[in-house]
């Protein structure tokens, strides 16, 4: 049995990454969870012998809460530090202020934005829960590392604590424009707690750039300098670093799993079923931001200007639920569905149907077997952070015979940009064109352009990123924090 290694690896996000879900009434499980960041630091953190903190998922109290987790925290090799959240704080907190200010305005859509004093007094609270628990784990030879914009407040409220752990943010989705930001009407304070963090990252150099202009803007004293690869700020007693490190995948694990016999099966299924036929993909959550109707428009364009593709392809569109029951996400749905419907019944043939559309969840298998059978993936957000599903695309492509179209307004685009076909995804005739030319795309071409964007996956992958993020902030990587055989975490070791 190990002993707590020193310089303890602390992950703070919104949501564990396993989550508590309730079956049969009283009976309640944890759950994998899902999304970017789970996928990308789970198998950093595995067996590491770390923390990770989090909501627990559930709104209301949980019998043997603590004996779950524990369980939990042995699987996984580290520690698994749930925050409960009441409903008032889900509510206000999560769906209010991080998902209807703070989203909508960091995508540039401030007329989707709701300003709520509520909604920031909920989330200053929160923050204040969360900083409690990292300071009641934390050493002062831990790396405590936060992640995304439900918790931008964290580190202000650990430094009136006294913290002297080294505080690092990453944001997960864009930085807007000065314009942009001042519509904040807590801006000042958010910019105030985000340079209390000894390092502050972001996915590309344009939401570097829209952050230190905003403190250039708005911080009247501080003082920004070039070193090196980083921007240094100095305001008053404070230095936070800033820099870019685009988040990324484990695309060796995603390649391996797609090559698995059970995938295998299912993307020979998919291929027998539609032969001499090609599957465009689409895969988004369902959220205003990914610009699935504009995407729906392209392909009917597609099939209204070259009629010679009818019956020869396919756009398979996915979309995952996300926050069902909130009125602007459930007439996005109604809009989507509809818009499906017209594409298929006025297009349809006997024999061939334009759009296949699913409205759910996908298990892995069926998942990395849709990225294996897809000849077209059409990733076209009207703005996002990085899309972590381009390059899990990318991964999946052992047989290296596909095309990547992809949104210049996707933090992809900075990376996989050179040999991808980059869309304005506002423009619908320039996307249909864009499918029409991957569609007619040579066999040589498109391998050329797939080897190029495998190669920057598996060199730039999610280790990478974990190091180069680490390296800025305590100069140390992770052959720093060693897999710990058979850990079972200091706080469970009494069970």
């Excluded at 009434?25 to 990308?40: E, F, Y």
């Excluded at 390059?391 to 990376?415: H, M, N, P, R, T």
Aim: with cysteine.
């Amino acid at each position: 049995m190990t002993d707590s290694p020193a310089n303890r690896l602390i992950v703070v996000s919104n949501r564990l990454p396993y989550v508590l879900e309730c079956h049969n009434k009283d009976h309640w499980v944890l759950k994998p969870g899902s999304g970017g960041l789970i996928t990308a630091l789970m198998p950093v953190l595995r067996d590491r012998g770390g923390v990770w903190i989090g909501w627990s998922g559930a709104s209301e109290p949980v019998p043997h809460a603590e004996e779950i987790f524990r369980a939990g925290s042995r699987q996984a090799g580290y520690l698994l530090k749930p925050i409960s959240l009441s409903q008032e704080e889900v509510d206000r907190y999560y769906h209010g202020y991080s998902n209807e200010t703070i989203w909508p305005l960091f995508h540039d859509l401030p007329s989707q934005c709701v300003f709520d004093p509520e909604y920031w007094h909920a989330y200053v609270k929160v923050n204040r829960k969360f900083s409690e628990a990292i300071a009641s784990l934390s050493r002062g030879d831990d790396f405590v590392w936060v992640h995304d914009y439900h918790l931008m407040d964290v580190a202000h409220h650990l430094r009136e604590m006294s913290c002297e752990a080294v505080l690092a943010f990453f944001l997960h989705i864009p930085f807007p424009s000065p314009d942009i930001f001042l519509k904040l009407p807590e801006r000042q304070a958010v910019l105030s707690s985000l340079l209390s963090y000894d390092l502050v990252g972001f996915q590309t150099q344009r939401d570097r750039r829209n952050f230190v202009q905003c403190v250039r803007l708005l911080a009247k004293c501080a003082r920004v300098q070039v070193e090196k690869h980083l921007h240094v700020i100095r305001l008053e007693d404070r230095e936070t670093r800033v820099g870019t490190f685009p988040i990324s995948i484990d695309a060796e694990a995603f390649a391996k799993a797609a090559s698995s016999p059970e995938v295998e099966q299912r993307v020979k299924a998919i291929k027998t079923r539609y032969a001499d036929r090609q599957i465009v993909l689409g895969i988004d959550r369902l959220d205003y931001t990914k610009g699935i109707p504009e995407r729906l428009r392209a392909f009917a364009d597609l099939l209204g200007r070259f009629p010679e593709v009818r019956g020869h392809i396919h756009l398979f569109q996915v979309v995952v639920p996300s926050r069902e029951g909130i009125p602007k996400y459930d007439q996005l749905r109604t809009e989507i569905e509809r818009m499906v419907g017209w594409i298929n019944g006025k297009y349809s043939e006997v024999g061939w149907v334009p759009v296949h559309y699913f409205y759910r969840s996908l298990d892995r298998e069926e998942l990395l077997a849709l990225y294996r059978a897809a000849d077209i993936a059409l990733i076209t957000p009207l703005k996002d952070g990085m899309n972590l599903v381009a390059k899990e695309f990318c991964a999946c492509d052992v047989d290296e015979d596909s095309v990547l179209i992809l949104s210049q307004f996707a933090g992809a685009a900075a990376q996989l940009g050179h040999a991808s076909l980059v869309v304005n995804p506002y423009d619908v005739e320039q996307t249909a064109d864009a499918i029409y030319n991957a569609f007619r795309m040579s066999p040589g071409e498109r391998r050329y352009r797939m080897r190029r964007l495998r190669r920057n996956v598996r060199t730039q992958n999610i280790f990478w990123w974990v190091e180069s993020f680490m390296r800025a902030a305590i100069d140390k990587g992770l052959r720093d924090f060693p897999v710990i055989q058979d850990y079972i975490p200091e706080h469970y070791k009494r069970y």
